[in-house]
């Protein structure tokens, strides 16, 4: 494990020390989670942002996102994001099934 250090102040910080008293734990912990959840907002609007501009298809998107391909086309669905398959996606799609 790495250890990495930043510096926190005024309401970044006492959001921090609520969210430790919320959740009745210690700060490194409380920053893992954190980073963690940020990490994973992070490439999921990586991942969309990818799959609009035409620059990944669905399975890859999903993938980026760290996502399986039905939960990634919920997130569509929820966003009301169009599907933009596209023969690159078929043919994915078949590489997919026969592996």
């Known amino acids: 494990m790495t250890q990495v250090a930043t510096r926190l102040k005024g309401k970044l910080l006492d959001d921090l020390k609520l969210i430790e008293s919320e ?3 210690d700060r490194a912990t409380v920053l ?4 963690a959840i ?3 907002h992070w490439k999921l609007e990586h991942a969309l942002k990818l799959y609009l501009n035409r620059k990944a298809t669905t399975w890859k ?3 980026i996102a760290g996502l399986s391909l ?3 086309i919920d997130v ?3 966003r009301r994001i ?3 398959y596209m023969i690159e996606d078929l043919e994915e799609d ?3 099934l026969v592996e």
């Not at 893992?32 to 980073?35: A, G, H, T, Y």
């Open 70 to 72: 039905y939960e990634f």
């Open 76 to 78: 569509l669905r929820s």
């Open 23 to 25: 959740e009745k734990t």
């Open 61 to 63: 998107a999903a993938e």
């Open 94 to 96: 078949l590489r997919r």
């Open 82 to 84: 169009h599907a933009q």
């Open 32 to 35: 893992r989670k954190l980073i």
């Open 38 to 40: 940020g990490i994973s």
